[in-house]
């Protein structure tokens, strides 16, 4: 990450205890951008067998899930990131074609993918941590936090392109924002010994700025 910010500083880790970056099957931990991000990682570890545990309560998402049920019931709910919208086709609309919605485009796509009641099912499988398999987590709760092996979840996505081409003719991607560099490099550095870089896979491709 400090290649692609342009930071001139480069860090070594100690040549003391091997480490890996690769694919990884089974990882102690999934980190993600976003609570949905990490609500759809529990689902799909849920769906193959895991114990999973949530580092936060997953209260929250309970609360968004009872919300999306009451809209997709024709009922307004009360939840204040929700409460604007009629009904879930106003919802799904908004997220869909207006461009101050595009942040709820994950947690609409989780609903109508799993349905309210399948999330409100997962967050009463979660287990705590000290018997988990797998540790979900968002990078930001992850801050100050290791695990021996991490992956990072699928819901940090690449810039946009712009309309410039490189010298191959491709699209030049826009810059890596400051905040997401930070939350990448909060995540990336969690990982005591294997590193899958899932989601963050497309930085190796990014050129520098």
């Known amino acids: 990450m400090a290649r692609t910010r342009g930071c001139p500083i480069r ?17 102690d931990a999934v980190l993600c951008r976003t609570n949905v991000g990490a609500m759809a990682e529990v689902m799909r570890l849920l769906a193959v067998g895991c114990r999973v545990a949530l580092t936060r309560s997953g209260q929250q998402l309970a609360q968004l899930a009872l919300a999306a049920r009451d809209l997709k019931d024709g009922r ?8 604007l919208f009629p009904d879930w086709g106003e919802l799904q609309d908004y997220a869909a074609y207006d461009p101050a919605g595009r942040d709820l485009q994950p947690f609409v796509d ?3 993918t799993h349905g309210p ?10 287990t705590d941590q000290a018997h988990a398999e797998v540790t979900v987590s968002t990078a930001h709760s992850a801050k100050g936090r290791e695990w021996p092996t991490v992956q990072i979840g699928n819901d940090f996505p690449p810039p946009n392109d712009t309309s410039q081409l490189d010298n191959q003719g491709r699209p030049v991607p826009e810059p ?4 997401d560099a930070r939350l990448a490099y909060v995540a ?19 050129p520098a700025t």
């Open 76 to 83: 307004r709910t009360a939840h204040p990131e929700l409460l």
């Open 11 to 27: 860090l070594t880790g100690t040549q003391s205890i091997a480490t890996e970056v690769g694919a990884l099957d089974r990882p």
């Open 117 to 126: 009641d399948a999330i409100l099912a997962a967050v009463d499988q979660l």
């Open 176 to 179: 890596v924002s400051d905040a």
């Open 110 to 112: 989780l609903v109508d």
């Open 188 to 206: 990336v550095t969690r990982a005591r010994r294997h590193l899958d870089l899932g989601g963050l896979a497309w930085i190796d491709n990014h």
